[in-house]
């Protein structure tokens, strides 16, 4: 069985290896709490500052076209309220 995951990444020139220490914490995350049998898919989009209206459209774009049955994301907006 396969668990597909959305994965909304920050883009960051203060800190730039952000993004990718959020995607392996959560790789290893899922590694070591997921059921045997069941292999995670990840969807990724990078979302810039994570503060953006777009945010939104770029969350429904997983939900509605990747089909994800998870949406996980690293950012600060109001917005997802």
Do not use: W
């Not at 920050?10 to 392996?24: C, G, H, K, R």
């Amino acid at each position: 069985m396969t668990l597909n995951i959305g994965i909304l990444l920050p883009q960051s020139e203060m800190y730039p290896t952000l993004a990718l220490d959020f995607l392996n914490g959560c790789k290893l995350a899922l590694k070591n709490s997921l059921p045997d049998g069941i292999e995670p898919n990840f969807s990724i989009e990078v979302i810039g500052n994570a503060a953006e209206e777009s945010l939104l459209k770029i969350a429904e774009k997983l939900v509605l076209q990747e089909e994800v049955d998870i949406t996980l994301a690293f950012c600060g907006s109001r917005h997802l309220n």
